[in-house]
């Protein structure tokens, strides 16, 4: 193993420098009838004097360097196709050298090289391409400018920036100038050369703005924030951009004096200005008349009297009350003058007068001007104030009524009212209702009746609703009365996790899961039915009561009986004890009384060496088998899916003799059978599994030879066995 490797690691060390160059000997043969070796003009002499061999060496390429050893070789030329080297006789090595292709060191030449002879030597080499270079005289410029959206001119030309701000362009040998320009930094102006090497240029352009920073400890959130006259929102004021150099700052709030502030913003930096505001306000009480409201130019600030802020100015102050003269008074206020008083006091607003002429059929009416009583009919009002004026009239017996009149200034208005001693009332409810006056049946709302104007008992009634009665006085009453009659009942609603039905108090109200019904007042039984079962209970309902009652009745697995008593049924058996075989089954129950047949074929035949009644000689038979089962039964159901049958029955088992040896009849046998046939009915489909025993009660006389020498025949005639199978129900 070791030699193994050896040999290898040898055969790769070899193989090495072939694969370093591309020079290698197709062939090497001697041209016997070529003389060129030996031919005067194309023949050379060694270093001894004896003419030399030829090699010609065939080759398209060219540039080749020959090597023999000590002896040298003598000359090279270079014709069409091939090179000739001269060499002296006997070598054993030679050398082929290329500056390009490589190396084919000490080719062994297989044969001895004679003197004045010619050989042939075919070369196999790549390809040498001549590449002419040229000289670099461009190369790329790349620029990275921040701010990505500068504009950048180079060698006078625009050059566009990507979205990270970069840039490149291929430019020749020399030195460029560049310009980087953006609103609100400074201009950067460069130069860059442009080398054998990349060049990269890399500018963060100086912003030519800073940054503004408003705050005050005094001031609060409605102090507005002004730079250079632009408004910029509310204190604080957080970071504002602006450009380098001088900004005026104002800060206005009202009851404040102004402040202004000349700031300074240097390139690249934040000023932050913490703001003192100076107050330019007092708090000052106007009092007046209680029931005047009170305007400061023109603006409302409250009723009967006002407390609050004022600055420093002039404000017209009103005192304003319907139906009078408005106070005015112009003051100015010096904020600073803490001797002045602080509570500033108007005289209240004049009246302004009218008259009123008040009559009434029939007279001796009561008078009242907004709420006001004034005196009865005929009357006469010297002062009323002016405006609109809600004048009533009232006495007993007859509607009272009402009436608007304009009071003018210094001018006297008349108003005659006739008053009517019956008017007519409608009734209207929630619910259809019996209207009862002074115990006198009206009819059902929604009705009216003319009524006298006096007090008069009214009542409602609706059934299973509570009746409501009132004394109302008719005179000082509105033509409707609307009335919302409570109910005797309340909705309660019944459900169960079943399809169920439901009674209340023995009656049926409905069924399904959930139901809602108006049930009265008082005691009830509610109960529910579901397949057979029944729940009750009793509940009382009144108002505030729970409303709700539910019951729970555990749900069946099945919901549907599937084992019919009138059901015709096919199938296939298997019978799979003492007698193999499968087969086909047919029956029918009516009511509960069962009658099937069924046939079976058993699984395989059996030979048999056994001597026949009629024949002494012993021979072999080849038997197939069948079994063909009547049966009469009871069903008895267990469930919606179950049924048993106890079964009785014969059998009759029977064998066919394939080798057609015997000339007897075929054997077979009679068993008496009794059998349980428990069966799994769902919708059409049975699976039953029957354990049955035999009896054997008859056998013919081949059986009876042949039970002799078998005793698988003998335990299929009696005995236990068991048949499974799967029906269709019809």
């Not at 001269?86 to 062994?108: D, S, W």
């Not at 940054?211 to 001031?219: H, Q």
């Not at 296939?572 to 047949?597: D, H, P, R, S, W």
Request: with cysteine.
């Amino acid at each position: 193993m070791k030699r193994l490797s050896l040999l290898i690691l040898f055969a790769v060390l070899l193989a090495l420098p072939a694969l370093s160059q591309q020079i290698s000997v197709e062939s090497f043969t001697p041209l016997e009838n070529d003389l060129t070796a030996n031919t005067a003009g194309t023949m050379k002499k060694d270093q001894n004097g004896k003419t030399c061999a030829l090699i010609k060496v065939v080759t398209s390429e060219k540039g080749f360097n020959f090597d023999v050893g000590i002896l040298g070789v003598v000359a090279t030329e270079q014709k069409v196709g091939e090179i000739w080297v001269y060499v002296p006789e006997k070598i054993r090595f030679i050398t082929i050298a290329h500056p390009q292709l490589g190396v084919l060191r000490n080719y062994p030449i297989p044969q001895q090289v004679e003197s004045a002879r010619t050989y042939e030597l075919r070369l196999v080499t790549g390809k040498v391409h001549t590449v002419i270079e040229e000289a670099q005289t461009d190369q790329f410029v790349v620029f990275h400018i921040s701010p990505a959206d500068a504009i950048l001119e180079f060698d006078g030309q625009p050059l566009l920036l990507d979205a990270e701000g970069s840039a490149s362009c291929f430019k020749p040998f020399g030195k460029y100038q560049y310009r980087i320009e953006r609103k609100d930094y400074h201009t950067e102006v460069g130069s860059v050369t442009v080398t054998a090497e990349k060049a990269s240029v890399n500018v963060n352009m100086r912003p030519m703005f800073g940054w503004l920073e408003v705050n005050s400890a005094n001031a609060g959130s409605d102090a507005r924030v002004f730079v250079d006259g632009s408004d910029h929102g509310t204190l604080p004021l957080h970071t504002l951009q602006l450009g380098s150099g001088k900004h005026l700052l104002k800060i206005i709030k009202p009851l404040y004096h102004i402040f202004q502030q000349s700031v300074t913003i240097a390139d690249n930096d934040t000023l932050r200005v913490n703001a003192a505001l100076k107050s330019d306000f007092r708090n000052y009480t106007i009092t007046g008349d209680a029931d005047a409201d009170i305007y400061i130019n023109q603006e409302y600030k409250g009723h009967g009297s006002w407390s609050g802020p004022l600055a420093s100015g002039t404000y017209r102050i009103e005192l304003r009350k319907p139906s009078h003269r408005t106070t005015i008074r112009s003051i100015t206020i010096n904020a600073n003058d803490l001797s002045a008083n602080d509570i500033i006091s108007l005289p209240a607003p004049t009246p302004i007068y009218g008259s009123l002429k008040v009559t009434s059929s029939p007279m001796e009416a009561t008078v009242a001007i907004d709420g006001k009583v004034m005196g009865k009919t005929p009357l006469f009002i010297k002062e009323v104030l002016i405006g609109s004026r809600s004048v009533t009239l009232s006495k007993d017996g007859y509607k009272t009524e009402t009436a608007t009149t304009d009071i003018d200034e210094r001018k006297t208005s008349e108003l005659n009212i006739v008053l009517n001693n019956a008017i007519r009332v409608k009734f209207t409810s929630n619910v259809t209702s019996v209207v009862n006056i002074d115990g006198k049946y009206i009819g059902l709302t929604p009705c009216d009746a003319l009524l006298t104007c006096t007090k008069h008992e009214i009542s409602m009634s609706a059934d299973r609703y509570q009746s409501r009665t009132e004394t109302i006085d008719i005179s000082e009453g509105s033509s409707l009365i609307s009335w919302q009659l409570k109910p005797n009942f309340k909705k309660v609603t019944i459900s169960c996790n079943q399809n169920a039905n439901f009674y209340i108090d023995g009656k049926i109200a409905g069924s399904g899961y959930s139901i809602s019904r108006d049930i009265d007042y008082g005691e009830h039984s509610i109960s529910a039915y579901y397949e057979g079962k029944s729940k009750e209970t009793t509940i009382t309902v009144a108002e505030g009561n729970e409303s709700s009652v539910g019951f729970s009745f555990r749900k069946k697995r099945y919901h549907e009986n599937y084992v019919s008593n009138d059901a015709f049924y096919m199938g296939a058996i298997y019978q799979c004890l003492n007698f193999q075989g499968a087969g086909a089954i047919m029956g029918f129950f009516a009511g509960k009384f069962n009658m099937e047949v069924s046939f079976i074929a058993g699984n395989e035949s059996k030979e048999v060496d056994w001597y026949t009644s009629t024949n002494s000689l012993a021979h072999t038979s080849d038997f197939k088998n069948w079994r063909i089962n009547g049966r009469i039964g009871w069903g008895l159901r267990c469930g919606n899916v179950v049924r048993i049958t106890p079964q009785i029955g014969a059998a009759v088992l029977a064998l066919q003799d394939r080798s057609k040896i015997a000339d007897e009849t075929a054997p077979s046998a009679c068993s008496f059978t009794g059998s349980m046939q428990f069966a799994l009915v769902y919708k059409k489909l049975c699976i039953s599994v029957t354990p049955e025993y035999y009896v054997p009660v008859a056998k013919s006389d081949g059986m009876k030879e042949l039970v002799k020498v078998s005793d698988t025949y003998d335990k299929a005639l009696k005995g236990f066995d068991l048949q499974v199978g799967i029906s269709l129900i019809f």
